[in-house]
């Protein structure tokens, strides 16, 4: 069973940087939780909490700006319990290197983002 969540779970994260690598606003909300907290923090910026404004960060990624060609590698997966799963991962934009943390919640038949965190790996790392 957890082999099948955390391929699901995979799934999910590839979903969230593709929404990303495309700048789809719409199916970037879809992809957020709505019955929990959630909340994000992009690289540079104070934390955001509270889905009204963690959606309108988005915006201002995806939207008001060029989206970035992101790639996520070496993603690993950590289940926590059977509706919470972390995914782990190294996102990739051109010679850049940022690590990265996004936690999803099992909601309404699909796991969904209830948080993203990105932060620039130390120089010589990676």
Known sequence: ????????????????????RNGDIARMDKLWA???????????????TGRDDVMASW?????????????????????SGERKAIAFCVERIGDAEIFASNVFTYEDGSWRVMHHQATPLPIGVG
């Open 59 to 79: 915006r201002q990624v995806m939207v008001h700006s060029i989206p970035p060609e992101i790639h996520p590698t070496d993603v690993r997966i950590v289940l």
């Open 1 to 20: 069973m957890n082999t099948a969540v955390k391929a699901d779970v995979l799934d999910a994260n590839r979903l969230f940087y593709e929404v990303f």
């Open 34 to 48: 709505r019955n929990v907290k959630v909340s994000v923090y992009h690289p540079g910026w104070s934390g955001i």
